[in-house]
């Protein structure tokens, strides 16, 4: 655990575990936003089972959306961001490594918890499977994009809102593949792995790409 | 070793804060810059640190690493302090000297010794953000410590700091002149370093 990036993730980990740090809000907002979906859409365990896929998904990109905004906000107020730019480790690398930590604290968790509030949600087993299965595999693609948005927003005051305007429709590919896939896995007419397959291409180009566009994002912005 | 700046010109906001600014400073030498606010104290040393694009001219330090960036042998302290609340002091230092220290270097202290050089042993596992002022300050001068760069751009370091400490730090830039490196310092208040030059900056022009 000498290296810079092992370093940097440890920090980010640890930030997101303490008190007030992001970890734990995210899933408990997850679970407050599944938790009342019921009251609003009522109790009839058919259309809950049908629905259910669709409000965890979209429970899960508001839940990742919250804890973002201060990705890089909070590095910028008290001039470590400053510092990432003096140091040898390239920008790129070092949003990529904020982006995994910030997932393993903040998405994992979310991930974990889906199969729990699935079944207040009236899932089967398969059902369940294929939300974990998706949330697993799309999860870190909220993230990378979601950290373009926290980028593009690092000197807005309360930039969380400007934030969610940019990235909510950057996410629709994911939503709508994540979603697919977790209702083929409990049957219908397409086939579960075709969906799944786009969203692993999509997870896959995101951590490409992101890196680079939110690093770029925060040179320009530092100026 | 030596920083070369070479007609430097830098402008914020569509406004030339720095016009065709030239000086040259070797290994072991300090230079103090001073001006009023406004003089462009704070832009100069971003500018140096790269954070800043440059509108003309050039900044260079030859004979430092090959292959190496200035901003990468350059060690940068502003107003904030590039510490994270929630963490201990210990876990802060730790971090930064081993994201800026790439390479082991002799001259590089413990964080143990980095905090007894500004006398913060004491509070190693208290959390940063419980601290004063002064000792936020002091935590923030141990990162120059931990890991070591030839360059310190500094800019009002003194702020928050009592007499002793000032004392201190005074020593430990000395220290760092004498291992061969350069300073750079903006500040309002004497820094303790009596072989220092000054670069006056002059108003707002």
């Known amino acids: ?223 | 070793m030596r920083l070369c700046v070479d007609k430097l010109s830098v402008s914020r906001g569509g406004r030339l804060v720095l016009d065709r600014l030239s000086f040259s400073l070797f290994a072991g030498q300090a230079l103090v810059v001073t001006g009023p606010n406004g003089a462009g104290k704070s832009t100069l040393l971003r500018a140096l640190a790269g954070l800043l694009p440059r509108a003309g001219g050039g900044v260079a330090l030859e004979g430092g690493a090959p292959e190496a960036e200035l901003a990468q042998q350059a060690h940068y302290l502003a107003h904030s302090d590039g510490m994270k609340s929630a963490l201990t002091v210990e876990e802060n230092l730790d971090f930064w000297s081993r994201y800026l220290a790439q390479a082991p270097d002799r001259r590089s202290r413990s964080v143990d010794d980095a905090l007894g050089v500004v006398g913060l042993g004491h509070v190693a596992a208290a959390p940063f953000g419980v601290l004063s002022a002064g000792q936020k300050r002091r935590a923030a001068l141990a990162r120059l410590l931990v890991a070591f760069r030839p360059l310190w751009l500094l800019d009002e370091p003194l702020t928050a700091l009592d007499r002793a400490s000032r004392e201190k730090f005074a020593v430990a830039m000395r220290d760092h002149c004498a291992l061969g490196g350069l300073i750079v310092a903006a500040t309002h208040e004497p820094l303790g370093l009596e072989e220092a030059s000054t670069l006056a900056l002059g108003g707002a022009s």
Request: contains cysteine; proline residues 6%; charged residues 10%.
């Open chain 1, 1 to 223: 655990m000498t290296s810079p990036l092992a370093a940097l993730f440890l920090r980010e980990w640890r930030v997101a575990r303490r008190i007030g740090g992001s970890g734990a809000m995210g899933v408990v907002f997850f679970l407050t936003l599944v938790a009342i979906v019921p009251f609003a859409v009522g109790p009839d365990p058919n259309l809950l089972a049908r629905v259910g896929p669709a409000i965890l998904w979209i429970a899960a990109l508001l839940a990742t959306l919250l804890c973002l905004d201060r990705l890089f906000q909070a590095d910028a107020e008290d001039g470590s961001l400053d510092l990432f730019h003096l140091a040898e480790t390239p920008l790129e690398l070092a949003v990529l490594i904020k982006c995994a930590a910030h997932w393993a604290a903040t998405g994992l968790p979310l991930v974990v918890a889906a199969p729990f509030l699935g079944l207040m949600l009236q899932q089967e087993t398969m059902a369940l499977l294929g939300v974990v299965a998706t949330l697993l595999v799309g999860t870190p693609a909220l993230t990378l994009i979601g950290a373009i948005g926290a980028a593009a927003t690092v000197t807005v005051r309360r930039g969380g809102l400007l934030m969610a305007l940019l990235v909510l429709p950057l996410t629709i590919p994911v939503l709508i593949f994540g979603v697919s896939a977790a209702q083929a896995a409990s049957g219908g007419t397409v086939p579960f792995y075709a969906p799944f397959a786009i969203l692993c291409a999509i997870t896959l180009a995101a951590l490409a790409l992101c890196p680079f566009a939110a690093a770029a994002a925060l040179r320009y912005l530092g100026e």
